[in-house]
């Protein structure tokens, strides 16, 4: 599967972005999406993730302000990033796996990566 990921930008502390990324190629059913993020000097860390049926998890450091969401008919996933802080700023990655997890490596598909850049 292909994923193509949008909406990222420059932001005031404080505002919002919500990011996009469509899935094309094989099947987006009965998959689990998940975004993360890497910011510069960083590891890859998780952000939020979606099963199929719309269950979610969140990182602790974005639950309450960020929510994740797809539209399977779109073979689309999206994050409405709210309340944002300047350490949100990273790119963002979506990606596809099997399985619920907050782990990188339970990904096997991976979109190019969107800038957010959140200026105090």
């Known amino acids: 599967v292909q994923l193509q990921a949008s909406g990222g930008g420059l932001v005031q502390a404080g505002g919002s972005l919500r990011l996009s990324c469509a899935a094309s190629?094989?099947?987006?059913?009965?998959?689990?999406m998940g975004w993360f993020r890497q910011a510069p000097g960083k590891e890859r860390e998780f952000v939020a993730a979606?099963?199929?049926?719309?269950?979610?998890t969140y990182a602790d450091s974005v639950k309450g302000r960020f929510t994740i969401s797809r539209d399977n008919a779109k073979k689309s996933v999206y994050l409405q990033m709210n309340s944002l802080k300047p350490e949100d700023t990273a790119v963002y990655y979506c990606?596809?796996?099997?399985?619920?997890?907050?782990?990188?490596?339970?990904?096997?598909?991976w979109g190019q990566g969107t800038q957010v850049t959140v200026s105090s």
């Open positions: 190629g094989r099947t987006f059913s009965n998959n689990v």
């Open positions: 979606i099963t199929w049926s719309g269950i979610s």
């Open positions: 990606a596809v796996g099997a399985h619920l997890s907050p782990i990188a490596t339970m990904y096997d598909s």
